[in-house]
């Protein structure tokens, strides 16, 4: 049995941490969560959450891996000025860890339950097995310590007037909440909201099992931003909301000053999604949540600008509402395939929303990826988003204060070349960069004239200039060669060991992935009607097999698949890999594919018909 009473100390992270790398990554000093109420007495738990590591928190068991984010994709919907929103395919533990901290309004998860591997296998994807090990191998203690090492980072994330929904079911809820009320503080919890829904499997010998739990909690409970709905007439919940918004606050006449209850079966019941449901089955992700109990969350926990985050997003619910309540947006999936449905959904809610003309400043989004790359891309990639994906997986921090300077490791500057492999740094560009080193600080104060050149190659003129630098004035640059190395090879796995410390499930970071070559045939089956083929595709990544199939058959500036041509599934769940479509009318019409497989490559096919 523990003491009660205010606990100091106990969850902090040590000050000293003497490595430079974790001096980067220094814990928040804020964590003085247990303190349960004086009234409590001794209560019969600890208090630290499982997995806690007093000196290095959660980074013991799960090591920090600084890695790039690769840009893939930007789907611009016409205002560049706007900040992108931004949707990761990555782990959300190591993405999540490369955010600002104090920077969300509202994270709203809903992660796999605690209730069996089986039924949380969603896409068969690779990336989704392999957390399966972290997550199940240690039964519900690996669960929770798998889950807090992740609310810890969402607490750092939101800002002090921000909140948390944590949705779960009766397998884990009542374990998270004791966790939670470490992680955030007992006082910070705000309710356990009971979203009852109609549908769904039946409970012989006990009562019917007919509810999920969602935890919310503040980050601190005297800051918190909440908009309770008191009234119609005087709700600011109302007020501004976009019209496309769907009113959840809607009541009748005689419950006109009722309060939002936190138990959730009545005005939501209508929207619990069985499988026909057209909103579920435009999507068709199997543990799709309802458009309107997110409505409720976003509605009530955000400003009107707010930034809304779902780290397990899964087919995309949260920021598509996000989006349509003109929130700002982060979502992270570890599956390329609910990124994929994601990025869907949200160009079509954006395209939707512009047809509508109600939400006419729609910020773009980026697709980023986090430790699998897309190795033709980065060749292909601006100069300044190569420069800074090089210089983060060299672990040095980009930095364009300096003329001439692309970033520093440490203190040292670095320098960083042309995207294209085939170019060469010549002897003028080292000194350039040597005279760029000439009028830092570093140099001027202190003497210091080291420097770093990373470049796929160096003519023999570059390496003259450097070794006439060294004799002549004991400028040191060092150079640094790119490599493309090969998954397959000794090479990458000796350089991934050094990377990922002692920890196996890392081994799998930075990779890299060629996307498929899809290949698509069709044949008319009738009048305006073809039967569209995509067998013939060839996957690239060794052992990789098709995974997903989505289909635009009016495929115009951006790809957004056709209602019901996203996620279909065959006999024994696999993709369908043929579709048939009735196109509306006879002519010319562009079409177009995308093809995701289980290592995480994806490839577009697109092309032009003459419907008949
Ligand atoms: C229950 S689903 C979320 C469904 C979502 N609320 C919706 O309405 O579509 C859980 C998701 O978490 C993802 N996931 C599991 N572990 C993850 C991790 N470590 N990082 C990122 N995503 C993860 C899974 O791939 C899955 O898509």
Redesign the pocket.
């Known amino acids: 049995m523990q003491e009660a009473g205010p606990v100091k100390g106990e969850f902090v992270a040590p000050p000293d941490v003497s490595d430079a790398d974790e001096r980067s990554d220094a814990l928040p000093e804020e964590e003085e969560f247990w303190r349960p109420p004086v009234r409590f007495g001794s209560i019969p738990v600890e208090k630290t959450p499982l997995g806690w590591d007093r000196r290095r928190g959660f980074r013991k068991l799960y090591p920090q891996v600084m890695l790039p984010m690769q840009v893939v994709e930007r789907v611009s919907f016409g205002h560049p000025e706007l900040e992108p929103n931004r949707l990761f395919w990555g782990?959300?533990?190591h993405v999540m860890r490369q955010l600002p901290s104090e920077s969300i309004d509202l994270i709203y998860i809903?992660?796999?339950f605690f209730s069996g591997r089986q039924y949380n296998i969603?896409?068969g994807d690779q990336n989704?097995l392999r957390?399966f090990s972290d997550?199940y191998e240690g039964g519900m203690p690996g669960y929770l310590i798998w889950l807090n090492a992740r609310l810890y980072e969402m607490k750092r994330l939101l800002k002090k007037t921000g909140s948390i929904y944590v949705?779960l079911d009766w397998h884990a809820a009542h374990y998270v909440k004791v966790e939670m009320d470490k992680i955030f503080g007992y006082d910070n919890f705000m309710n356990e909201v009971i979203w009852s829904y109609a549908l769904g499997g039946s409970s012989r010998g006990r009562y019917q099992r007919k509810h999920d739990n969602i935890l919310f909690y503040a980050k601190s409970v005297g800051d918190v931003h909440f908009h309770q709905p008191r009234d119609r007439a005087t709700s600011s919940l109302l007020a501004g909301q976009p019209k496309g918004a769907r009113d959840v606050w809607r009541t009748s006449d005689e419950d006109e000053h009722r309060v939002i209850l936190d138990a959730w079966p009545d005005d939501l019941v209508e929207y619990t999604l069985s499988n026909r449901d057209p909103e579920r089955s435009q999507w068709g992700?199997p543990?799709?949540?309802p458009v309107a109990i997110l409505e409720r969350m976003v509605m009530a926990s955000t400003p009107a600008n707010g930034l809304v985050a779902?780290?397990?997003?899964?087919?995309?619910?949260?920021p598509a509402v996000a989006q349509r309540l003109g929130r700002r947006w982060i979502a992270?999936?570890?599956?390329r395939v609910?990124v994929a449905i994601t990025a869907d959904r949200l160009t079509r809610g954006a395209q939707q929303l512009m047809l509508d003309s109600v939400g006419t400043n729609i910020p773009d989004f980026t697709v980023e990826h986090w430790g699998v790359y897309e190795a033709k891309r980065l060749s292909q990639a601006p100069a300044d988003q190569f420069r800074e994906f090089v210089l983060c997986a060299f672990g040095a921090i980009p930095d364009s204060s300096e003329p001439g300077i692309h970033g520093h490791k440490g203190a040292i500057p670095v320098w960083v070349g042309e995207p294209d492999q085939r170019s060469q740094v010549t002897a003028k560009d080292v000194e350039a960069f040597a005279n760029a080193i000439r009028k830092t600080v570093r140099y001027q104060q202190d003497n210091l004239r080291d420097g770093i050149m990373l470049a796929w190659a160096f003519r023999p003129d570059a390496m003259e200039a450097a070794d006439r630098l060294r004799e002549l004035e004991q400028t040191d640059l060092n150079f640094v060669r790119l490599d493309m190395i090969r998954i397959d090879s000794v090479q990458f796995r000796e350089h991934v060991a050094a990377l990922s410390t002692d920890h196996a499930d890392y081994e799998n970071f930075l990779t890299f992935v060629q996307p498929p070559h899809v290949e698509v045939g069709w044949k008319r089956l009738q009048e305006r009607t073809y039967i569209f083929d995509v067998s013939e595709t060839a996957v690239l990544n060794p052992g990789a097999k098709i995974i997903n199939v989505q289909w635009d058959f009016q495929y115009g500036r951006r790809f957004s698949s056709t209602p019901g041509y996203s996620f279909i599934r065959g006999a024994k769940k696999e993709p369908a890999l043929q579709a048939q479509y009735e196109f509306p009318s006879t002519g010319k019409s562009r079409i177009a594919c995308k093809v995701q497989d289980d290592m995480g490559g994806e490839g577009l096919w697109s092309g032009e018909i003459e419907v008949s």
């Open positions: 782990d959300n533990l809903d992660p796999p969603i896409f989704e957390s997550i949705h992700y543990t799709q949540k779902d780290f397990f997003c899964g087919g995309g619910t949260t992270c999936d570890q599956s609910a």
